[in-house]
């Protein structure tokens, strides 16, 4: 992901997402970069935010 591109998220769109679902009573994680080794969780490595983790845990993450 490109400097400029992660920047926008993090100052940006991150924060207006927050406030729209806080005046919208809507549940906001957060954003994730999630990563996947080759082309699915199954054939490889996971990493979410350049840490990697097991296929469970991102089944908790994304069921959370």
């Not at 993090?10 to 997402?17: H, M, N, R, S, Y």
Request: proline residues 3%.
């Amino acid at each position: 992901m490109s400097i400029w591109y992660a920047r926008f998220i993090k100052e940006i769109l991150d924060p207006a997402l927050r406030l729209h679902c806080e005046l919208n009573g809507i549940k906001y994680g957060g954003f994730l970069l999630i990563q996947f080794e080759n082309t699915s969780p199954n054939d490889g490595k996971i990493f979410i935010d350049s840490k990697q983790v097991s296929a469970e845990e991102l089944k908790q993450l994304l069921s959370a």
